[in-house]
């Protein structure tokens, strides 16, 4: 925790000053030698930067180093291990504020008996809490509060979330880790930050903190601003310097504090994805890849109720996987990426090469498949296992130190030598059966002639009866009533 800024009046007009608050994650190797390295590596990047750079580039900068310094000092050490921690950097230049911010640390601003959060916490209850699945209340005593889905030093790469204040004369600016704002309320924060000067706030709220039993790190800073340069009055009103010419936005993606079509401001955002079209197209796979092979005269409603139960199959599968999640990684966000990399690359490697090459083969992707699968198995059966029995043997100890960004290049490598080596040694595919299917044959017309009884532009379904008429009513009708109901609760 640090803040500092220049004793220069015009290097400090020019620069700015900077509040960085780090808060090393538990469980995660050397949480406080991370914290401490990510600070000055950030502090040491603001001092040495030119001062006209502007605060998106100064921050973009600060977090990158930070994050590669703890990650390369994990990784490079004599026992390569990850370190993480979070990081909250408040950057104070002219009459702005500018968050950058990873982590569950947090940043408030008070200003006129007001408090408003500017940060937003990358924990697994924060998004409990924005799809309003519990409270804020229930997230203070959840046990996954601290269940992080995003840190610094995890990874080589981090996001990081941006946001910027304009300042007023008077306003607070106070940056906190989650051992405090998990034992005090806004209000609480508010009204002693309001009543005390700020090493007396900071003292007063640390003590209500330990006193409350915070079984967190507990760290504040609290910054008070006196006066915010002011370049005249116009009309009547208080004309303050104008804004830096970096206003553009830090990033593309919706952030807290923007507007979206200059009318509405965004006050949170959330990352989510439609589980609902996974569980649809993996259904839709077993079915007509492994049913419909193994039972090729099977009806329409035969294969419906295949799907729907082997959807109803995946969702148990999903529950029951749950209790792995920690034993591959304690962060949600890293976990998915993990077991994305596992998947992936050979699935990538049929695809790019099935429109691209020609020559490629079933076998060839069968074998290529088949090659993922063992390597991903492999990796994750091992990491299962090292959690319970830490593995000692070099070529074992190496294959799990390696990051798991890099392995699954690896796996696309070695899956791509697969598909090359089986298609070239069995027979190539016959050329009509790839019309349309590849960039080579796109314009090759499709043989219909093997397709037995009518055209295909010829089928038309069985009409509608009585009983499946009504029931697609009463169906249709409760899924209105209950998005009605779903927009009336949650709006």
Not at 13 to 40: M, N
Not at 84 to 100: C, K, M, S, Y
Not at 105 to 112: I, K, M, P, T
Request: charged share 20%; glycine share 6%; aromatic share 8%.
């Amino acid at each position: 925790m640090l803040f500092w800024e220049s004793e220069d009046e015009q290097e400090k007009e020019l620069r700015g000053g900077i509040a960085l608050l780090a808060d090393g994650v538990g469980g995660h190797g050397d949480g406080e030698i991370a914290s401490r390295l990510a600070v000055t590596t950030a502090l040491n990047i603001f001092r040495s930067a030119e001062a006209a750079t502007t605060t998106n580039q100064m921050l973009r900068r600060l977090f990158n180093e930070a994050n590669l310094a703890v990650y390369d000092a994990g990784m490079h050490g004599a026992k390569p291990t990850r370190m993480a921690t979070t990081l909250t950097v408040a950057l104070f230049r002219r009459n702005e504020v500018a968050i950058g911010h990873v982590g569950d640390s947090r940043a408030y601003l008070v200003r006129q008996g007001q408090i408003r959060q500017l940060t937003s916490d990358h924990t697994y209850v924060a998004m409990q809490v924005k799809m309003s699945l519990i409270s804020k209340e229930e997230a203070m005593s959840s046990d996954l509060r601290a269940m992080l889905t995003r840190s610094i030093g995890e990874n080589p790469t981090v996001q990081v979330d941006y946001n910027r204040a304009v300042l007023r004369d008077y306003d607070t600016v106070i940056q906190c880790t989650d051992g405090l704002h998990a034992c005090l309320t806004e209000h609480e924060l508010r009204d002693c930050v309001n009543r005390m000067p700020p090493s007396a706030a900071c003292e007063h709220l640390v003590r209500i903190a330990e006193k409350r039993g915070s079984q967190d790190n507990i760290s504040v800073q609290v910054v008070r601003v006196e006066n915010v340069p002011r370049v005249g009055y116009y009309r009547g009103a208080v004309a303050y310097s104008a804004p830096s010419a970096d206003v553009a936005p830090l990033t593309q993606e919706l952030q807290p504090g923007s507007l979206l079509d200059e009318r509405f401001q965004i006050t949170d955002v959330i990352s989510r994805s439609a589980m609902s079209s996974v569980f649809n197209s993996a259904s839709t796979l077993v079915t007509l890849d492994f049913y419909k092979k193994i039972k090729p005269d099977a009806s329409e409603h035969q294969l419906v109720t295949f799907g729907r139960a082997a959807t109803g199959i995946l969702v148990v599968l999903g529950m029951l996987w749950v209790p792995f999640i920690n034993l591959i990684n304690a962060q949600l966000f890293i976990y998915l990426q993990a077991v994305q990399a596992y998947v992936s690359p050979p699935i990538a490697v049929c695809f790019i090469f099935g429109i691209l090459w020609p020559r490629m083969n079933a076998k060839g992707a069968i074998t290529s498949l088949m090659t993922g699968f063992v390597l991903g198995s492999v990796r994750f059966t091992l990491e299962v296992l090292d959690k319970s029995h830490h593995f000692s043997a070099a070529p074992v100890r190496g294959l799990l130190d390696i990051n798991f960004l890099h392995y699954a290049i690896l796996m696309f490598g070695i899956c791509t030598l697969a598909l090359i080596a089986v298609s070239l040694m069995t027979p190539a595919p016959e050329r009509s059966k790839l019309a349309g299917l590849t960039f080579a044959t796109v314009q090759d017309k499709v043989d219909l002639s093997q397709v037995r009884g009518q055209a295909i532009l010829d089928y038309k379904p069985a009409p509608e009866k009585p009983y499946q008429h009504r029931l697609n009513l009463i169906f249709s009708a409760i899924l209105v009533a209950t998005v009605v109901s779903l927009w009336i609760y949650f709006r």
